[in-house]
């Protein structure tokens, strides 16, 4: 199951002139039925919805007043994701005439023609207000407040990647939503720019559209989706046409004799699923991929990687990830792998992320002529990318599910024979001849010809260690205290690991204390010599709305993101 949660708009979409029909109600709860997750992203304040739609109950979340509040309906819990309205500007509008206004937790509206009064309004107080449309309503929020930062919000708390989200509306305020997922679709009664920006445009209006929507994500699931919403550009074949490779389509191996420049392939392609914000688990067997960059290092030459924290950082940090498993001795690796990729199936079927796997030396940790219950037995290769020089040494099992191969640095008959064999084909024939700068792209389960394929080198290059500044100690005088406003403590952090560490401990008050002082981007910028990093932390820093665990959640990210795992 791809797609694992469907978000749409009240009015318009669900309901029309404020009713929802009982079959839209029931199509709901069969999507409910199937495993996926309900979150309602409406402009309407929650206790009108909530009065006139008391099936709002069957959601998992909703995001009010275009997404400046979030409802647990379970819980009964409100978190408010926008500051209140100045109570100035209320009473500026309601000076220069301006009616009617309705002043929720976070949203101040109204209706056309009154925009240019409300702008007036804004910019003699100096507010950082902004103005959404929505089909002749008029809605000032903060800065930044939508629906897609709402539908962020809510996923956050649900635990699931937005490219695994379908989202459906019909006005002018849904372009961020339906931007925001994985999928967007817009009703028969849609304004025309919803129409033209959605992924998939419902023959049927109001209701009865999402309902067509629903029936769609039961039958085809990911396919609802063009493949380049979901995949990734690969490459272009000779005719100048893009290839998308989409995950749900199973297992690609890249597949060549060594050094023809399968890690160098590889890494490409996970520069690309950074580009699209795809989340992306490694297992590097040998060590070729530990200046990756975006991406987190757990295990070295020497040091194992700690399973439990790869696992954790997957599933509680969403970081891309590269395991390197150098230092075990191969049947040790094979077992490790086995129980990651348990792991990770479960964490997919839940959250959706890792988006992607690329398992290097597949023919290690993969291998053909293993027991039953071996990893090649129950490991489902779609999203996966697999690399090896000797795919006739990769399990039987494993092999029978790829569905893509990409073939780097030549071919001959022999190999080609070879190929076929494993993969349980019949021998091809007419395979063209591909240059020194194309890869053979070949579905061998598909009526597809084979196709060259140009794809484009790696752009990074190999970083610097920065390993001193992740485990090492920058010195008592230069090291971050965390004290707090009253100094009733004294924690001293010599490293970045460190300063994780003692971050998760300290009380709210002591985190507060320095995270609104500036104190960590500061640290950041002036000892660890990190702009970057302390550029984002700053953002956080200035960020009044977000809780403690919040801020602790992406600073903690942004360090885990940009340090490798502690070197030997």
Known sequence: MYFLALATDFDGTLAHDGLVVAQTCRSLERLKASGRRLILVTGRELPDLVRIFPETAMFDRVVAENGALLFDPETGLEQLLAPPPPARFVQRLRELGVGPISVGRGIVATWEPHQGVVLQAIRELGLELQIVFNKGAIMILPAGINKASGLRAALRELDISSHNVVAVGDAENDHALLAASGCGAAVANAVASVKEEADVVLAADHGAGVVELIDRILAEDAAIAPPGRRGIRIGSDRHGSDVVIAPACGGVLIAGRSGSGKSCLATALTERMAERQFEFCVIDPEGDYIDLEHAVFIGTLRAPPPAAEALKLLRDDAVNLVVNTQALPLSERRLLVAAMLAQIARLRARTGRPHWLLIDEAHQVLPAGTDEDGPGESFDTAASFLVTAYPESVSPT?????????????????????????????????????????????????????????????????????????????????????????????????????????????????????????DYSAWFRHVIRDEDLALEVMRVENDPTLPPQESRRRIRKAIWRRYAAPAD
Not at 415 to 436: D, F, T
Not at 451 to 470: D, N, T, W
């Open 398 to 518: 494993v092999m029978q599910s790829i569905q893509a191969v990409l073939l780097v640095g030549g071919h001959d008959s022999d190999m080609m024979a070879g190929l076929a064999k494993a993969l349980g084909v019949p021998v091809p024939e007419g395979m063209p001849a591909c240059g020194p700068d194309e890869v053979l792209y070949w579905q061998p389960r598909s009526a597809e010809p084979a196709a060259c394929i140009e794809v484009v080198s790696p752009v990074q290059v190999h970083r610097r260690h920065r390993g001193k500044y992740a485990v090492g100690d920058v010195g008592a005088d230069r090291s971050f205290y965390f004290r707090g406003s009253l100094e009733a403590i004294n924690q001293p952090a010599r490293n970045l690991y460190r300063f994780v560490d003692i971050a998760a401990e300290v009380d709210d008050p002591v985190w507060e204390h320095h995270l609104r002082a500036g």
